[in-house]
């Protein structure tokens, strides 16, 4: 049920007409009136035409709903697109029978591509009337473009559930303020501490993310809480409830951040990139995301190829400041480079090359960057770079 868990929302998802497939391509979710949402959006300049409208509402307090296609990303659309962007909300509030400000919006898909408004529009009459607390799992699947699995997650504490689902396994590397994610709680939490909770608990988990180094105009992160919980108290950074609730919206974030690399285009291979010992985590997260991003580290790990020259040329090019002397490797727990040196003989494959080389074949590679003593630490999620990764954004249209 994912988004639908939590007391107070409702949802659903179908197939309109805007994708060639026949795929599921439009979702709606709903939260009870008092619902409260705090968002999280791409830092790309060309965002697209729903971030503007989604970003402006947040800031100005409103939004209990949201409208979600897929097929279209109503980016690089113009004028033409923040038109249909309203047009699409305004005709969701009239089948919701809300105010106009109480829907956001949110479109995947191909770039360039406007909005198929017309089997949309023809279809929201449809999608409101099977709104329903059970139809998260419809929602997540509706959501989903090259995906091959939906993600949802959810988490309890005593008093409260949290919900969620995602989509998007290309075009990811937040670096969030064509990935979508939507959390639930039935919790109520005024707007500014909502948005607290997701800055604090979701930014870093999904701004972790990296499949190919490309932001994408669309990503977007929403939390709403709809306040129907039986425990009608707010929560508040001083009570209690404040730290349940904020590990369990952290919980769902890390397991749909899991989940959506473990999806990635072409993946075989997932990438846990730890840095320990930089100045500052500002620092130990650059140096992350340049070992995650770096290609040769991602077709290495899709080889099978512990070549720790590839992740030294990475820390080195990641723009801090580091001490050559101080850098430490280890792939799967076997130390590869110690205080800046491979050892010799390494590459003639003798017993620690072989070692690494097991490593290397784990579903899950985890590469391990000491700096030296600072008290920076940062994880990145990465993936390798597969020939089917290619193929499918040689082919992707839509």
Request: glycine share 14%.
């Given at each position: 049920m994912s988004v639908t868990y939590p007391l107070g929302f409702r949802a659903a998802g179908m197939s309109a007409g805007?994708?060639?497939?026949?795929?599921?391509?439009?979702?709606?979710?709903?939260?009870?009136?008092?619902?409260?949402?705090?968002?999280?959006?791409?830092?790309?300049?060309?965002?697209?035409?729903?971030?503007?409208?989604?970003?402006?509402?947040?800031?100005?307090?409103?939004?209990?709903?949201?409208?979600?296609?897929?097929?279209?990303?109503?980016?690089?659309?113009?004028?033409?697109?923040?038109?249909?962007?309203?047009?699409?909300?305004?005709?969701?509030?009239?089948?919701?029978?809300?105010?106009?400000?109480?829907?956001?919006?949110?479109?995947?898909?191909?770039?360039?591509?406007?909005?198929?408004?017309?089997?949309?529009?023809?279809?929201?009459?449809?999608?409101?009337?099977?709104?329903?607390?059970?139809?998260?799992?419809?929602?997540?699947?509706?959501?989903?473009?090259?995906?091959?699995?939906?993600?949802?997650a959810t988490a309890d504490t005593d008093a409260f559930r949290v919900g969620g689902c995602a989509k998007g396994i290309g075009m990811i590397a937040p670096n969030l303020a064509t990935m979508l994610v939507f959390v639930t709680t039935d919790a109520k939490v005024g707007r500014d501490h909502l948005q607290r909770l997701a800055d604090e608990q979701l930014k870093p988990r999904f701004n972790a993310l990296t499949v190919d180094a490309c932001t994408s105009k669309n990503d977007t992160v929403l939390l709403f809480a709809s306040g129907a919980t039986p425990d009608a108290s707010e929560v508040t950074p001083d009570v209690p409830a404040w730290d349940e609730l904020a590990h369990a919206i952290g919980e769902v974030g890390e397991s749909l951040a899991r989940q959506l690399i473990a999806d990635a285009e072409g993946v075989t291979h997932v990438l846990l990139v730890d840095i320990a010992g930089a100045a500052s985590e500002h620092d130990a997260r650059l140096v992350a995301k340049a070992v995650a991003d770096s290609p040769l580290v991602k077709t290495a790990a899709f080889g099978g190829d512990p070549n720790p020259g590839r992740i030294l040329q990475a820390v080195g090019s990641s723009g801090i400041d580091v001490d050559p002397a101080a850098i430490d490797i280890a792939i799967g727990g076997v130390r590869l480079v110690h205080g800046g040196t491979i050892p010799a003989g390494y590459f003639e494959d003798d017993a620690l090359s072989s070692s690494a080389r097991v490593a290397m074949k784990e579903p899950e590679i985890h590469i391990e960057v000491s700096l030296g003593e600072g008290p920076g630490r940062s994880r990145a999620l990465g993936c390798d770079l597969s020939y089917e990764y290619v193929r499918i954004n040689g082919e992707y249209t839509t």
């Open positions: 805007l994708k060639p497939s026949g795929r599921p391509d439009l979702g709606l979710l709903v939260g009870d009136p008092g619902t409260t949402v705090a968002g999280l959006f791409t830092t790309n300049r060309v965002a697209a035409a729903p971030v503007h409208l989604s970003r402006a509402r947040i800031a100005e307090g409103h939004g209990r709903a949201v409208i979600v296609n897929s097929g279209q990303a109503n980016a690089a659309t113009g004028g033409r697109g923040d038109a249909d962007a309203h047009t699409v909300v305004s005709a969701t509030a009239g089948a919701l029978g809300v105010e106009i400000a109480d829907v956001l919006a949110c479109s995947t898909g191909v770039i360039g591509e406007p909005v198929h408004v017309e089997p949309l529009l023809a279809a929201l009459p449809i999608l409101a009337g099977a709104l329903s607390p059970a139809g998260g799992h419809d929602f997540a699947r509706a959501v989903m473009t090259t995906d091959t699995v939906d993600k949802q």
